[in-house]
């Protein structure tokens, strides 16, 4: 019994020695003529995204409650970047950590993944939506009852993952910009949009809050479809959207998503995932013509480029699921 404590005290310190190590990303601004353009760069974060911020704020959470003590394994349904927040996280507090993934990861995520976990279990079956989510969850629960100590983080619906964007990331922007007229969220399982939105219309209730969402997603009442793209959209409502505090939504299509981070390398030298680029589609399709004095405009670049290199940043992947005519080899479509 007292051996089993001590390695609970050290897991403890350890968890909060994550938290305390964990800083603040950058806002930078970015030049824009009608818009005052601030983007959060999330993808600073130690895995390289904003999930950092659900992962630390859960394991630290679920340790603190006792729901993870030694020896607990933890288990999570994830398309990419949480599955690595928590690869990262569990390895430094010495946790099993087995993640359940989809053929829509991306190449390096999954090999990242493989040579961190012992165990990555991989679902190949779509769902009745055409999506992989609902068997991806399928499996985790086989997978909690199947192994002793198994603990599902519960992205989707834990609220421990919204309160860590709440404390950190929304805590951070208040702090880092003086003024907000509107702020685009891309959303997946919603702890973004959830934690971020609560804060800033705490600091200041005129902020226009305006979620992002592709289509072939059901966050927002659509019928699911096929996507391919990995990072917003979801094909389940999460319950955590229920909560966020949303003025708009803005819905892209996956071709837009890739044409937008296209052209915020190509405009502003920011190399970002899928969902930052669908986010900057939106921005730019909502101020289309807009005059007047600049607004404050924030979004967050949720995740780095590098690991969409074989699919986004791809013109023969680009040209091949959505477009025959887009095929290219200059870059310049
Ligand atoms: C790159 C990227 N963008 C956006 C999201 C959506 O964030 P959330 O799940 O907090 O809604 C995710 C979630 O995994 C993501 O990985």
């Given at each position: 019994?007292?051996?089993?404590?001590?390695?609970?005290?050290?897991?403890?310190?350890?968890?909060?020695?994550?938290?305390?190590?964990?800083?603040?990303?950058?806002?930078?601004?970015?030049?824009?003529?009608?818009?005052?353009?601030?983007?959060?760069?999330?993808?600073?974060?130690?895995?390289?995204?904003?999930?950092?911020?659900?992962?630390?704020?859960?394991?630290?959470?679920?340790?603190?409650?006792?729901?993870?003590?030694?020896?607990?394994?933890?288990?999570?349904?994830?398309?990419?970047?949480?599955?690595?927040?928590?690869?990262?996280?569990?390895?430094?507090?010495?946790?099993?950590?087995?993640?359940?993934?989809?053929?829509n990861?991306?190449?390096?995520?999954?090999?990242?993944?493989?040579?961190?976990?012992?165990?990555?279990?991989?679902?190949?079956?779509r769902d009745p939506t055409g999506g992989f989510l609902?068997?991806?969850?399928?499996?985790?629960?086989?997978?909690?009852?199947?192994?002793?100590?198994?603990?599902?983080?519960?992205?989707?619906?834990?609220?421990?993952?919204?309160?860590?964007?709440?404390?950190?990331?929304?805590?951070?922007?208040?702090?880092?910009?003086?003024?907000?007229?509107?702020?685009?969220?891309?959303?997946?399982?919603?702890?973004?949009?959830?934690?971020?939105?609560?804060?800033?219309?705490?600091?200041?209730?005129?902020?226009?809050?305006?979620?992002?969402d592709v289509a072939g997603s059901a966050i927002?009442?659509a019928e699911p479809h096929r996507r391919l793209i990995?990072?917003?959209g979801s094909s389940?409502?999460?319950?955590?959207?229920?909560?966020?505090?949303?003025?708009?939504?803005?819905t892209?299509s996956e071709?837009?998503?890739?044409?937008?981070?296209?052209?915020?390398?190509?405009?502003?030298?920011?190399?970002?995932?899928?969902?930052?680029?669908?986010?900057?589609?939106?921005?730019?399709?909502?101020?289309?013509?807009?005059?007047?004095?600049?607004?404050?405009?924030?979004?967050?670049?949720?995740?780095?480029?590098?690991?969409?290199?074989?699919?986004?940043?791809?013109?023969?992947?680009?040209?091949?699921n959505?477009?025959?005519?887009?095929?290219?080899?200059?870059?310049?479509?």
């Open positions: 019994m007292t051996a089993v404590s001590s390695r609970d005290d050290t897991l403890r310190r350890r968890a909060e020695a994550v938290l305390s190590r964990h800083t603040p990303t950058e806002v930078v601004r970015l030049p824009h003529a009608r818009l005052q353009l601030f983007a959060k760069l999330e993808s600073a974060n130690v895995t390289g995204s904003a999930k950092d911020r659900s992962a630390i704020w859960i394991l630290g959470d679920a340790v603190r409650t006792g729901a993870i003590r030694a020896g607990t394994t933890v288990v999570e349904s994830s398309s990419g970047n949480f599955a690595l927040s928590l690869a990262t996280y569990c390895h430094e507090l010495r946790l099993d950590f087995v993640p359940v993934i989809d053929p990861i991306n190449d390096m995520t999954e090999r990242t993944l493989r040579r961190m976990c012992r165990r990555v279990e991989k679902v190949t079956e609902l068997s991806r969850l399928a499996r985790v629960g086989e997978l909690v009852r199947e192994i002793e100590d198994a603990y599902w983080t519960d992205q989707y619906s834990n609220p421990a993952g919204a309160r860590g964007h709440y404390e950190l990331t929304g805590t951070e922007i208040v702090a880092q910009l003086e003024r907000i007229d509107y702020l685009f969220v891309g959303v997946g399982t919603g702890a973004t949009i959830n934690g971020l939105s609560r804060r800033v219309k705490e600091a200041n209730p005129d902020v226009v809050v305006v979620a992002v927002f009442g990995p990072g917003i389940i409502r999460p319950p955590l959207v229920e909560d966020a505090v949303i003025s708009e939504i803005v892209v071709l837009e998503e890739v044409a937008g981070c296209r052209r915020l390398v190509r405009d502003h030298g920011v190399y970002a995932g899928g969902s930052t680029g669908a986010v900057y589609s939106a921005i730019e399709c909502y101020f289309e013509g807009f005059s007047g004095p600049p607004p404050v405009v924030a979004f967050l670049c949720m995740d780095r480029g590098d690991p969409y290199s074989m699919t986004v940043y791809d013109d023969a992947w680009v040209a091949a959505f477009a025959p005519s887009l095929v290219t080899t200059t870059g310049q479509w």
